[in-house]
C-alpha cells in the first residue's frame, strides 16, 4: 500500500501566535529553505523533502514571536503590596535563535527584582523572559533586556537577572565543546550597588532558601 504524507497547513503572511500578530512572511521562508535545499545538493520536490520548506516557516513563526511582540502587555498584573524583600523566579526554562548562526541556544533564566511597593504576577516573569526570548538575539543582549525592562516597568529598588545556557552554535559545530555552558548577569540598582544584597540575591540563585 501507498503511503500517503499528510499535507501540512499553509501559513499566512502575517500568523497570528497567541492573539499577536507576527508579520513573519511564511511563503518567503519556504522559497529560502527550497534554495538552501537545492544548493545542498537535495531534491526538494522529494517525498522526505516535499513538505520541509513548509515546516521550517511554521517553525520560524514559533522561534520568533517575540519579535513583534511587546512586553508591555504582561504589566497589567501589577499590583500594590508592602513587600520589601527580594522576589526570585528561579529557573524559568527558555529556547532562543542565536542570530549569528540562527542555531538555537537554551538555557535557564533567574530574574529578580526587589520592589518598591509594587509586584508582578508570577508567571508573567516567564513571559517576559519568553517575549525577549523568542527572538533573533544574544545571550548578553537577552539578559541586559530583561533587567531593564523590569527596572522600566515596576521601578523596583533594583532588578537582576542571571542566564546559563548552552550554545549549539558550539556544542554541535565549530569548536565542537559539548556540555559547556556560558552564563551571563545583568545587574541593576541595587543589586549593582549594594554587596550584601548582591550576596544574598546570587546565594538564593545558586543554593536555595536554607
Given at each position: 500500500?501507498k503511503?500517503?504524507?499528510?499535507?501540512?497547513?499553509?501559513?499566512?503572511?502575517?500568523r497570528?501566535?497567541r492573539?499577536?500578530?507576527?508579520?513573519?512572511d511564511?511563503?518567503?521562508?519556504?522559497?529560502?529553505?527550497?534554495?538552501?535545499?537545492?544548493?545542498?545538493?537535495?531534491?526538494?520536490?522529494?517525498?522526505?523533502?516535499?513538505y520541509?520548506?513548509?515546516?521550517?516557516?511554521?517553525?520560524?513563526?514559533?522561534?520568533?514571536?517575540?519579535?513583534?511582540?511587546?512586553?508591555?502587555?504582561?504589566?497589567?498584573?501589577?499590583?500594590?503590596?508592602?513587600?520589601d524583600?527580594?522576589?526570585?523566579?528561579?529557573?524559568?526554562?527558555?529556547?532562543?535563535?542565536?542570530?549569528?548562526?540562527?542555531?538555537?541556544?537554551?538555557?535557564?533564566?533567574?530574574?529578580?527584582?526587589?520592589?518598591?511597593?509594587?509586584?508582578?504576577?508570577?508567571?508573567?516573569?516567564?513571559?517576559?523572559?519568553?517575549?525577549?526570548?523568542?527572538?533573533?538575539q544574544?545571550?548578553?543582549?537577552?539578559?541586559?533586556?530583561?533587567?531593564?525592562?523590569?527596572?522600566?516597568?515596576?521601578?523596583p529598588?533594583?532588578?537582576?537577572?542571571?542566564?546559563?545556557a548552552?550554545?549549539?552554535?558550539?556544542?554541535?559545530?565549530g569548536?565542537?565543546?559539548?556540555?559547556?555552558?556560558?552564563?551571563?548577569?545583568?545587574?541593576?540598582?541595587?543589586?549593582?550597588?549594594?554587596?550584601?544584597?548582591?550576596?544574598?540575591l546570587?546565594?538564593?540563585?545558586?543554593?536555595?532558601?536554607?
Amino acid at each position: 500500500m501507498k503511503r500517503t504524507s499528510k499535507k501540512p497547513p499553509r501559513l499566512p503572511v502575517g500568523r497570528q501566535e497567541r492573539g499577536a500578530k507576527t508579520w513573519i512572511d511564511s511563503q518567503r521562508i519556504e522559497k529560502a529553505v527550497a534554495e538552501i535545499l537545492a544548493a545542498v545538493g537535495e531534491d526538494p520536490q522529494r517525498e522526505g523533502l516535499k513538505y520541509t520548506p513548509r515546516r521550517v516557516a511554521k517553525m520560524y513563526c514559533e522561534l520568533l514571536a517575540g519579535m513583534h511582540k511587546d512586553p508591555k502587555e504582561h504589566l497589567g498584573s501589577v499590583f500594590a503590596e508592602n513587600y520589601d524583600e527580594i522576589v526570585l523566579l528561579r529557573d524559568i526554562p527558555f529556547y532562543s535563535i542565536c542570530e549569528h548562526h540562527l542555531m538555537p541556544f537554551m538555557g535557564s533564566a533567574h530574574v529578580a527584582y526587589l520592589p518598591a511597593g509594587r509586584v508582578l504576577g508570577v508567571s508573567k516573569l516567564a513571559r517576559i523572559v519568553d517575549d525577549f526570548a523568542r527572538r533573533l538575539q544574544t545571550q548578553e543582549r537577552l539578559t541586559y533586556q530583561i533587567a531593564d525592562f523590569i527596572m522600566d516597568s515596576l521601578k523596583p529598588q533594583g532588578a537582576a537577572v542571571v542566564i546559563e545556557a548552552s550554545h549549539s552554535c558550539m556544542t554541535i559545530r565549530g569548536i565542537k565543546k559539548p556540555g559547556s555552558v556560558m552564563v551571563t548577569s545583568a545587574l541593576r540598582g541595587i543589586f549593582r550597588r549594594d554587596p550584601r544584597s548582591r550576596s544574598e540575591l546570587l546565594s538564593l540563585i545558586h543554593n536555595g532558601v536554607r
